[in-house]
């Protein structure tokens, strides 16, 4: 379950409202952003961070935030990509950390 709204990621990514032909795409990036959160948080089941619209907002940000980067992968898949009005943009070359890691984290597998 995402901890962001796709009227969120929407908004994010200054495409306007979700429409009928946008809808599944933006809900998949929210979704695999959420899974991917979910992976770095490795929370205990009993313990589950609330979904949107109550999630934390550092949380909510960081779904943001991945949403956008599932979003723009395709235009970004060879490394660069960009359109005439913003030039070429580069990839990044370092793997992407949520800022929500150290608060919401339960499981630091220390032995």
């Not at 929407?10 to 032909?21: F, M, N, R, S, V």
């Not at 948080?41 to 109550?54: L, Q, S, V």
Request: charged share 20%; glycine share 8%.
């Amino acid at each position: 379950m995402a901890y962001c709204t796709i009227e969120e990621l929407a908004e994010a990514l200054h495409i306007g409202a979700p429409t009928a032909d946008n809808t599944d795409f933006l809900t998949a990036c929210i979704e695999a952003g959420a899974e991917e959160l979910d992976g770095y948080y490795d929370r205990f089941d009993y313990d589950p961070i609330a979904p949107a619209p109550d999630s934390p907002y550092l949380v909510n940000r960081d779904n943001v935030l991945a949403g956008v980067r599932w979003y723009k992968a395709n235009d970004m898949i060879f490394g660069s990509g960009g359109f005439a009005e913003t030039g070429l943009l580069q990839a990044p070359n370092t793997p992407w950390l949520p800022k929500s890691i150290v608060p919401y984290k339960q499981q630091w597998g220390i032995a």
